[in-house]
């Protein structure tokens, strides 16, 4: 299994992206997948996850601000992320876990400044 994250990027404080989160490989089709990001000198935190139904789950400081979706079809994972702030800036990661085992993508920085 493998993801490849893409979407990261130099984006002012209230600005928005769009990472993406590209699965492939055999995946089981009962799922969930995941964006969690680790800004320096912190712990990876969970940012969001999916499941292949699509139930989300949300950390309490990107609600209403973060939505995560997800393109079974494509196997392709999508974090929007608005009204960004400085403290969103970290390297971010996708995963998907399904029959006890958990795999990771590489990560993609984001940064926000102005």
């Given at each position: 299994?493998?993801?490849?994250?893409?979407?990261?990027?130099?984006?002012?404080?209230?600005?928005?992206?769009?990472?993406?989160?590209?699965?492939?490989?055999?995946?089981?089709?009962?799922?969930?997948?995941?964006?969690?990001?680790?800004?320096?000198?912190?712990?990876?935190?969970?940012?969001?996850?999916?499941?292949?139904?699509?139930?989300?789950?949300?950390a309490d400081s990107?609600?209403?601000?973060?939505?995560?979706?997800?393109?079974?079809?494509?196997?392709?994972?999508?974090?929007?992320?608005?009204?960004?702030?400085?403290?969103?800036?970290?390297?971010?990661?996708?995963?998907?876990?399904?029959?006890?085992?958990?795999?990771?993508?590489?990560?993609?920085?984001?940064?926000?400044?102005?």
């Amino acid at each position: 299994v493998q993801l490849q994250a893409s979407g990261g990027g130099l984006v002012q404080p209230g600005g928005s992206l769009r990472l993406s989160c590209a699965a492939s490989g055999r995946i089981f089709r009962i799922n969930v997948m995941g964006w969690y990001r680790q800004a320096p000198g912190k712990q990876r935190e969970l940012v969001a996850t999916i499941t292949s139904g699509g139930s989300t789950n949300y950390a309490d400081s990107v609600k209403g601000r973060f939505t995560i979706s997800r393109d079974n079809a494509k196997n392709t994972m999508y974090l929007q992320m608005n009204s960004l702030k400085p403290e969103d800036a970290a390297v971010y990661y996708c995963n998907v876990r399904f029959l006890r085992e958990t795999y990771w993508g590489q990560g993609t920085q984001v940064t926000v400044s102005s």
